[in-house]
């Protein structure tokens, strides 16, 4: 069981990057147990897994039956060991699925974010099967950390990780299912190498961004794996508030990643700065609501 005295001014976290087992929800939630018992032997806080990493990502037409309520009975495997975020389809009111990260401690549920933005382009339809989610809110998860949960396309809209900051968050969690597309110029790719996709550098833009603006940390938990015309990524990443890099796992191959998040971290990087203190919400609610009225 996760104590969050532990945790104090550090917590320490691992990223499991993995690929799920697309529809075998009992087999995912199998490799999650594992991976926990795991990290409570080397003392890890909190273990974050990618995007639905409970059911797979591309599930389309599959995604209505493997729908459930969040219920703790479901989650029965992971009341040992440290906290766990996984990505699920939650059945939400009137029968609508969301793509849901839930944070678990002792195998209860401590908060849950449904997924807000839903990529409905190029290879991506998440649209076509999912509800959107309509709020996002920070959480006490003990010991002076305060969590913000996104999950993917929601880092590319900065509106939710500001909500997030000014809800007090310092340590944001993003659960990815990011495609992995081209070759970074200039990697060792060229000559053979591993290699880090192209398409990940925005993603890494985006989470350091958002550190600096902030003095948070950004985890980005993503997953590798090929599913239907899917090639994800990998390339999870820890970012210190001051946007440096504390860890980061393989391009292509399952990985995982640990770190001390320290608090003493986030005051350094926030005390040269007054970016959250001078934020004028009051201002933001003004432009935006004749913005509406006006019809933009």
């Not at 998440?126 to 993917?152: N, P, T």
């Amino acid at each position: 069981m996760s104590d969050t005295r532990e945790w104090g001014g550090a917590l320490h976290l691992r990223v499991e990057q993995f690929s799920p087992s697309l529809g075998r929800v009992a087999d995912n939630l199998a490799r999650i147990a594992a991976a926990q018992a795991d990290a409570a032997g080397e003392e890890v806080s909190l273990l974050v897994t990618p995007e639905l990493s409970l059911t797979g990502y591309d599930l389309r037409d599959r995604t209505h039956s493997l729908a459930a309520p969040l219920d703790p009975a479901t989650f029965a495997q992971l009341r040992g060991g440290p906290d766990v975020i996984l990505g699920t389809v939650e059945l939400g009111p009137g029968f609508v699925p969301f793509n849901t990260a839930v944070h678990l401690r002792a195998g209860e549920i401590l908060h849950r974010h449904r997924k807000v933005y839903l990529p409905t382009y190029g290879m991506f339809d998440e649209g076509r099967y999912f509800g959107a989610g309509d709020r996002v809110r920070s959480y006490d998860a003990g010991g002076g950390w305060q969590i913000g949960m996104l999950v993917c396309e929601d880092l590319w809209h900065p509106a939710l990780a500001y909500l997030l900051a000014m809800s007090g968050a310092n340590l944001l969690v993003v659960q990815t299912a990011a495609a992995g597309r081209g070759i970074r110029d200039g990697h060792p790719a060229r000559q053979g190498g591993a290699g880090r996709f192209a398409s990940w550098a925005a993603w890494e833009h985006l989470a350091i961004a958002a550190a600096i603006a902030y003095g948070v940390y950004v985890v980005l938990a993503n997953r590798v794996g090929v599913e239907g015309p899917c090639v994800f990524a990998g390339g999870s990443m820890i970012i210190a508030p001051d946007g440096s890099t504390v860890a980061r796992a393989d391009d292509r191959d399952e990985d995982r990643i640990t770190a001390e998040l320290r608090l003493d971290r986030v005051a350094a990087a926030r005390r040269p700065f007054s970016h959250a203190r001078d934020e004028d919400a009051h201002l933001l609610q003004r432009e935006l609501s004749r913005l509406i009225g006006e019809g933009g």
